[in-house]
């Protein structure tokens, strides 16, 4: 059963940084890809950043420039780095993991930018 533990959440002002991590346990294979999304109170769950196996790197046009997403430990923890922080990046930020065809979900962190 594979699990994903997430931290690093938190109340931040605007221009400040946070750095989410999540780490994959439970397999004994490395996960295909990983990534984070998040969903605003009332809004659709989006994309915000994901990475390959291979390092390859996907970011929502809106955090681009920002947030930086890396795999670390061996494949299987992925940081989340969120530069110049605005109030519209308040979210539930949830950690997702993919392995095959399945698709794993961890608990969701709240993020919060506010003066």
């Known amino acids: 059963q594979v699990q994903l533990v997430e931290s690093g959440g938190g109340l931040v002002q605007p221009g400040g940084s946070l750095r989410l991590s999540c780490a994959a346990s439970?397999?004994?294979?490395?996960?295909?890809?990983m990534g984070w999304y998040r969903q605003a109170p009332g809004k659709q769950r989006e994309l915000v950043a994901s990475t390959t196996s291979d390092d390859t790197a996907t970011y929502a046009d809106t955090v681009k420039g920002r947030f930086t997403i890396s795999r670390v430990n061996g494949k299987d923890t992925v940081v989340l780095q969120m530069n110049s922080l605005k109030p519209e990046d308040t979210a539930v930020y949830y950690c997702?993991?993919?392995?095959?065809?399945?698709?794993?979900w961890g608990q969701g962190t709240q993020v919060s930018v506010s003066s």
């Open positions: 997702t993991a993919r392995l095959a065809l399945h698709a794993y």
């Open positions: 439970g397999s004994i294979f490395s996960m295909d890809a």
